[in-house]
Antibody, heavy 118, light 107 residues
């Protein structure tokens, strides 16, 4: 069965960097696009980034463009989110998702919490 | 960027009620819309994709309709497990924005 497991969250000071991972299993990893979606405490869902099935296309929310980088490693069945220049407003649970055709998020991980605080 | 609005933002209903949530897009998105359900402390769950296609395993009391700029999610007979927050998301063009959410609460 499809499994997505996020890791790498934690407490980080403003301006610092952090890398999130999403380990995937149960499907052909390089056949599917994947997203990062975040949710600040008590708030709604915010789309963060998408990487296409073959990593040829990458899209970002305006709020993270230039600071976050999405990537995937087919040899490790893992997607990444490299976050730099972190701000307090980046504090959220970060979910990775796998698409079904059309970029719809069919499968979700349980999320990893990133807290940006001094 | 495409903006999504949802109405109502809060809905109080009883078990067995029929409820409808509306999602409006700031520009036409064809049928590139999804609906998700999020229960407290859990990851969201895909209910509807392509505006009106029921995701596998989702009860048939859920249905979606609409195209272009106006969409709706209907629950034909509300069940206890349906009390949750519902979000729409457009997948027409990046950034793939979510609506602000609709809380469905028990009356």
């Amino acid at each position: 069965q499809v499994q997505l497991v996020e890791s790498g969250g934690g407490v980080v000071q403003p301006g610092n960097s952090l890398a999130l991972s999403c380990a995937a299993s149960g499907f052909s990893f390089m056949n599917y696009a994947m997203h990062w979606v975040r949710q600040a405490p008590g708030k709604g869902l915010e789309w963060v980034a998408l990487i296409s099935y073959d990593a040829s296309k990458k899209y970002y929310a305006d709020s993270v463009k230039g600071r976050f980088t999405i990537s995937k490693d087919g040899s490790k069945n893992t997607m990444y989110l490299q976050m730099s220049g972190l701000r307090a407003e980046d504090t959220a649970v970060y979910f990775c998702t796998r698409e079904r055709t059309g970029y719809y998020s069919e499968y979700w991980g349980h999320g990893t919490l990133v807290a940006v605080s001094s | 960027d495409i903006q999504l609005t949802q109405s109502p933002s809060f809905l109080s209903a009883s078990v067995g009620d029929r409820v409808t949530i509306t999602c409006r897009a700031s520009q036409g998105i064809s049928s590139s819309l999804a609906w998700y359900q999020q229960s407290p402390g859990k990851a969201p769950k895909l209910l509807i994709f392509a505006a009106s296609t029921l995701q596998s395993g989702v009860p048939s009391r859920f249905s979606g309709s609409g195209s272009a700029t106006e969409f709706s999610l209907t629950i034909s007979s509300l069940q206890p497990e349906d009390f949750a927050i519902y979000y729409c998301q457009q997948l027409k063009s990046p950034p793939f924005t979510f609506g602000p959410g609709t809380i469905v609460d028990i009356k």
